[in-house]
């Protein structure tokens, strides 16, 4: 069923590529297919080739076991059957595709952040299969977005390895950084907090949405800043070691990480409102970008049913409602609650959007979670209005 997207092998792909032609995506089989790319090997400076092919993912509904991986069908003069992959997890920056990609059907435009990323992780003497978004996509084809949004969380934990692309290393910090965090063992200390605020403050990375989910649901993860690389669990220990002194938002990678691997991770709404004030580009992706944690079995995270299917023609008020009701059915009613902030002005509450729903888009200083304890509530759903039943805690008695 699953073929290549292009025709030919590797050795001739290389040869042969159609750099004056763009690259016409062919659509995925079901929606349970991916792509991936062949990232031909390479010197830095050379031009990046590739070839994008299928995949179809296997049904397996334990989410517990080990995955059997699925097989991948190309046609018959490739040869090629891939049974592993590795994810790249990289900052997007500006939206200009002035780089490119050369494959054996055409070129695919790709920015410059994708260039430098592609680069950094390309062997010289091999080459490399890698699911990378700006590439795996057709960023063109709204309805494939959607789809294959729903389906990242599953790629991100299948993948043996999430290579994280903190970006170029412009000013010469990495190594110093790095061959301290390898041997970090939570001894908090000025050099620490110097090399830990310089990392942040340099690398966009931390202030990414979508690299949340990413790193968290990895099974392993290696951290890149220029030409050095390290495994991402101790550079996560080193910044929550720190944390008294980074903006909040910006240690959300890191914190869900790490609780990912300590079995501590809340509700969806919990990470929903961790990850509030990192940047992304548009507003459904305060939701979108973090369905997969959805996915995880109770093991690791209380379960809601948040099995959203990513539009991005639906209005976004219409989302976050979707998303309130969901949190109240899940029982998440207080932690719903807590979410919300009108900053004393309801009058400038954004227009189709209930009292009562949070606004994702906007940051607040969260108080202590609310206890509503008996409290039901009950959702009007033709005039979207909240319900609730309380009950009595106590009288007052007139004194004398």
Avoid at 60 to 89: Q, R
Avoid at 362 to 372: E, G, M, N, Q, T
Wanted: aromatic residues 10%.
């Amino acid at each position: 069923m699953d073929q290549a997207e292009t025709s030919g092998a590797p050795s001739e792909a290389l040869n042969h590529s159609n750099s004056t032609a763009t690259y016409v995506y062919r659509p995925v089989e079901s929606a349970r297919t991916i792509r991936l790319l062949e990232l031909y090997q390479g010197a830095h400076n050379d031009p990046l080739r590739g070839n994008l092919f299928h995949l179809g993912l296997d049904d397996t509904s334990d989410e517990d076991s080990s995955p059997s991986w699925p097989n991948v069908w190309l046609d018959e003069e490739t040869k090629h059957t891939a049974t592993s992959y590795e994810a790249l997890s990289y900052v997007w920056g500006p939206p200009s595709y002035t780089h490119s990609l050369s494959c054996v059907e055409g070129t695919i435009p790709i920015t410059p952040s994708l260039d430098e990323a592609l680069r950094r992780i390309r062997f010289e003497n091999r080459h490399r299969i890698v699911w990378a978004d700006g590439v795996c996509i057709n960023q063109h084809d709204i309805q494939e977005r959607g789809h294959q949004v729903k389906l990242m969380g599953v790629i991100y934990d299948r993948a043996t390895k999430v290579l994280v692309w903190l970006g170029p290393d412009a000013g010469n910090r990495a190594r110093e950084s790095f061959d301290y965090f390898k041997g970090y063992h939570s001894h908090i200390n000025d050099t620490g907090d110097r090399l830990v605020l310089d990392m942040v403050r340099y690398c966009q990375w931390f202030e990414r949405l979508w690299v949340v989910q990413e790193v968290a649901l990895s099974r392993s993860a290696v951290a890149m800043w220029g030409n050095e690389e390290m495994d991402f669990g101790p550079l996560a220990e080193a910044i929550l070691d720190y944390d008294k002194r980074l903006p909040k938002h910006t240690l959300c990678a890191a914190d869900n990480y790490a609780k990912r691997r300590s079995v501590a991770l809340g509700t969806p709404i919990d990470i929903l409102a961790s990850a509030r004030g990192l940047k992304c580009a548009d507003d459904h992706d305060r939701v979108y970008a973090l369905l997969g944690f959805s996915s995880l079995s109770p093991r690791y995270m209380r379960k809601m049913d948040m099995a959203i299917e990513p539009d991005y023609t639906l209005p976004l008020h219409d989302l976050y409602y979707e998303v309130a009701i969901r949190a109240i059915e899940g029982g998440a009613f207080s932690e719903l609650l807590t979410q919300v902030d009108h900053g004393g002005v309801l009058a400038r509450w954004p227009t189709g959007l209930p009292s009562w729903v949070p606004d994702w888009r906007k940051s607040i200083a969260l108080p202590p979670r609310i206890d509503l304890g008996r409290v039901t509530p009950s959702i009007n759903k033709a005039t979207a209005s909240l319900n609730i039943t309380g009950y009595c805690f106590d009288v007052l008695l007139k004194g004398p």
